[in-house]
């Protein structure tokens, strides 16, 4: 085996090689533009090859391998044989093999499934250590000989901080993870995952897989991953660029279906009806509502002569039309062509012959009568009409579907004068994406990666199920982190909605970058969430949490931060929306650059970014800041290494308490609370405790036991005694 200086000779070779793949990009640039045999081949090759230069030259800096892979002579295919694996391919001398073998080859596996009980022709696994760009050591596993341990460079990658944008794990994807990875492209996955289990990065990594074994197809079709909210893009956007994938398409849900601009916002009860599943029915009943019934001849001039269409057979071509379930759009013009047609056969029976100009002449005078029967319809129209209520013949497309009340939650208090202006809401955005797709079919994608997928609601999954119709889907999700008020309590039926019922549920079980403090006290929410997840372990057995009750929440933050600042890493101090400006006030005000490795953060727009060090200021506040508060508690941004910690003050009195915290109390706030009316504080606790059924402070008291749902229960009369 090579020694630590052979390696390092072979990193400049790699260099070299790189070098070489430059130049030979930039001079097939050159040639390229004499050799095409037309001009449309030349835009063609130029481009192409130009992109391929760009795409060299823009490489990141970085270790040009992390792995290596010895062949013993076991093996059917490669016996005798090594071979570095990196991030990328790189070529070797003109006509010899390459020098790095790209990750994603089928050979590369290897490196990520092979063990000592099954080598899979593994005669020694190396593992390199890297400082920036210098090689600084390796590991040897002998796995022919059954050594295969913990290793130290292993560790040290997933631990190591991590400041700025999220980073690719190719060199420490793990064995169930490479499964996902690695899953055909027409296998639909969903992964359901804990924070820290890196379920978004085997999602992109996923992406840059498929992209590699199946280039041609997802050229043509385009690859599209969803995210949450631009913070979370924000934190991924380099990953796949790292893997040599720039030609993925990244965005929001909201900014793809982003038609009108936002100017409006709903209240809870409307957002939750146009986020229900039978809003589609009435937003069809809406659109093909205004179909009329032919009921006269329809007459088209031509010169001095009228052809006529007498309404059975228009009747027929109406109802013949629309059995047929085309896109409204594309219905309206197959009456207008089958019209048409009509005409055309009554023309050539007198000896006319149907020109194209003709023809074209005809259609047009079928407009007027195709107006009536079949209008065109834009989606802002259609939606505008209907959210101004019941037409005033009584004709209602929500009739049936939608109860009274949800009826008027769905209607303007105050409906504008005109479609033009209209307010538009982010729910709205949803409905007007249903009806476009209804007039015509929308642009559908080879694949779509959607994480945070717990949180869409019906009609959303419905928006994504119409652009992944004839591709496949990777679902990346968390049941308990589930805060909209339509989260999912189901993989399967989520997946039913997704449009893809038979796509497989995989759970993640490990947490790679959450130490073992956070994913023990993580767990014991799970109890308290109402959702069936497995419970996580860490693979991390490092880690600190440590909780504090701070007479005022500011300066604890300050104390907090200053203290994390002693360590290497990125720092995150999350809060409830409503404090984020006064905590941010407070660490400018002390000092404190709120950028680079510091960030303050809503918890609102946190979810599936990741910190070195986390401080939660009042962890009550979040919980009690919506409905599935303690569901974004659950999924607040993991801290990724020692030390863990977390700073709050105490949490409001029982009675300021939403009724899930009346019988299950979150402990990061430094105490437990041993009596539900006097809040007698007892010693500090980081469990999420029942609360007894009987008090266990000195003064006896009576309650009622608990109701069966906790939102039922009355609020208990502030008690006169303090501590």
Known sequence: MATLDDEREYVERCRAGLRRMLEGARDNVIVGETVAGDRYSAERLGRHLKSLAKELSEEPEGP???????????????????????????????????????????????????????????????????????????????????????????AAEIERPRVGPMRDIVATIQPEQDDLVRAELDTSICVQGAPGTGKTAVGLHRAAYLLYAHRRRLQRAGVLVLGPNRAFLGYISAVLPALGEVDVEQTTLERLLATVPVTAVDGEATAEVKHDARMARVLRRALYGRIAKPVEPVAVPDGSFRWRVYEDELRRIVDDTRRESLPYGTGRERVRARVVESIRRQAEARGQTATAPWLRRIGRGVTPWLDRIWPSAKPQEVLYELLRGPAPDGRDPARGLLTDAERAALTWSRPPRSVRSAKWSAADLVLLDELGALIERPRGYGHVIVDEAQDLSPMECRAVARRSEHGSLTVLGDLAQGTTPWAASSWPERLELLGKPGGEVIALTTGFRVPAAVVELA?????????????????????????????????????????????????????????????????????????????????????????????????????????????????RPHPGRLPARR?????????????????????????????????????????LLPHPGRPACHQRHTRPEPPAHPRQHPRPERAAHRR
């Open 523 to 635: 767990n014991t929410l799970l109890a308290a969430l109402e959702v069936e997840v497995p419970a996580t372990r860490s693979y991390r057995s490092d880690g600190r949490l440590r909780v504090m009750e701070v007479p005022v929440l500011e300066k604890g933050v300050v104390e907090a931060v200053r203290e994390a600042s002693g360590f290497e890493g990125s720092i995150g101090v999350i809060a409830a929306d409503a404090g984020v400006e006064a905590i941010s006030a407070a660490l400018w005000n002390e000092g404190l650059d709120v950028s680079g490795r510091l960030s303050v953060m809503p918890a609102s727009m946190c979810k599936g970014l990741e910190y070195d060090h986390v401080v939660v200021a009042e962890p009550a506040a979040i919980a009690e800041a919506e409905r599935r508060g303690l569901n974004r508690l659950y999924g």
């Open 64 to 154: 040009p391998f992390f792995g290596l892979l010895d062949f013993g002579p076991g093996s059917a295919e490669h016996a005798g044989r090594a071979y570095h694996i990196g991030r990328r391919h790189i070529s070797g001398e003109p006509g010899g093999p390459p020098v790095v073998i790209d990750w994603r080859a089928p050979v590369s596996r290897a490196f990520y499934r092979a063990s000592a009980r099954d080598p899979q022709g593994v005669d020694v696994r190396r593992r390199f250590g890297w400082s920036g760009t210098t090689l600084t050591g390796f590991e040897d596993e002998r796995l022919s000989r059954g050594e295969e341990g913990e290793s130290r460079i292993l």
């Open 647 to 687: 700073r709050a003050r105490p949490a409001p009195s029982a009675t300021a308490r939403p009724p899930i915290l009346r019988w299950a109390y979150f402990s990061t706030c430094g105490f437990r609370p041993v009596c539900d009316v006097c809040t007698l504080r007892e010693e500090p606790a980081r469990v």
